[in-house]
């Protein structure tokens, strides 16, 4: 049994609360317990903590109920979440001497080693045009979502002094670290911006409209796993391994250094698998950075590219894609709440 947490509701009667005093603990001020006396009591004065009645929170609710009200303590704690998020912002890059300069070092060195390795070894560089930027789309969408999958997987473990001090939304946690990568892939856009000057080629305005749905998609899709992978780790360590294994596979399975019609070639022309192919085309991370690359790559548009550029219905993808991650952070949320309460125990 614990007390109401500061910024709960208050009640006929009264009610011992939680009230918010600034204590440091790992970057981030969390409150502090004192106490108060609200509803037709109020005025009475401070009572002691001995007297007051306590009263239980975050009590099992059924499976398919308590999304909402989770969503609005989320809301009602906006501004820790936003602390959370600098700290997450700041401590990653705590004592180097670059500091947020690593956000862009991190893509461009992967660039540089894709371009080398894919463009001119295997010698795509020859045949797709503007490689470097057609590699770039779609590594920017791949870079946000191992930051956010990463990031989210060990974000309880990581603040099991937090967790295990105060009350307040355990998903505050997994979000802060999807503010703190949304703001890192805001800066490894810049690198983009630059490339569209330096060779004065700009995407098309008719297709940029595919950019905030395949965002949208994308953190959808990735809250949800992100919040499975959060509470797994509390009970399972091995879990940090699996993703890292996992999302080098997932990596390798998603248009990104290599273009897609040399799946399909491989899987409906040469072998006669087609209902592999519309696997390989159901990978939500493959709709993503397809999408990317027909609104942010120039080279799509030019008589050379065009080979290249997937002409399917993407916005119904994407549009069945957000329907997906709407109902997949629903349970994610469900399951990642019925795992909580364990969450102090275990760490």
Known sequence: MRHTPFGAAARSGPVRTIAAMPEQLGGVTAPAVTTRTIGPAAGAGETSLEDLPMERVNQPVSFWRGFWPTVRDVWAYR???????????????????????????????????????????????????????????????????????????????????????????????????????????????????????????????????????ALLALVLFAVGLGLLLAASNVFLRDVTHLVEVGLLLWFWMTPIVYDWTKVRTTLTENNDLGWLFQVYLANPMANVVLAFQRALWPGGQTEAGAAFYYDGNLYLRLGVLIAFG??????????????????????
Not at 175 to 200: D, F, H, K
Not at 326 to 347: K, P, T
Request: overall charge positive; charged content about 10%.
């Open 326 to 347: 709407l109902v997949f952070v629903w349970f994610a949320q469900r399951v990642f709440a019925r795992s909580q309460g364990n969450f102090a125990q275990e760490l």
């Open 79 to 213: 501004e820790l979440l936003g602390q959370l998020i600098r700290k997450e912002l700041k401590v990653k890059y705590k004592d180097s001497v670059l500091g947020f300069v690593w956000t862009l070092l991190r893509p461009l060195l992967y660039l540089l080693v894709y371009a080398v390795a894919i463009g001119v070894f295997l010698g795509s560089g020859r045949v797709i045009p503007q490689f470097g930027i057609y590699l770039f789309t779609g590594l920017l969408a791949w870079t946000l979502f191992t930051d956010i999958i990463g990031g989210c997987t060990s974000s309880i473990v990581g603040n099991a002094g937090l967790v295990k001090k105060v009350y307040f939304p355990r998903e505050l946690f997994p979000l802060s670290v999807v503010g703190a990568a949304l703001v890192n892939g805001l800066l490894q856009a810049v690198i983009l911006v630059v490339a569209y000057v330096a060779t004065w080629s700009f995407p098309s305005v008719e297709n940029l409209g595919l950019v905030p749905l």
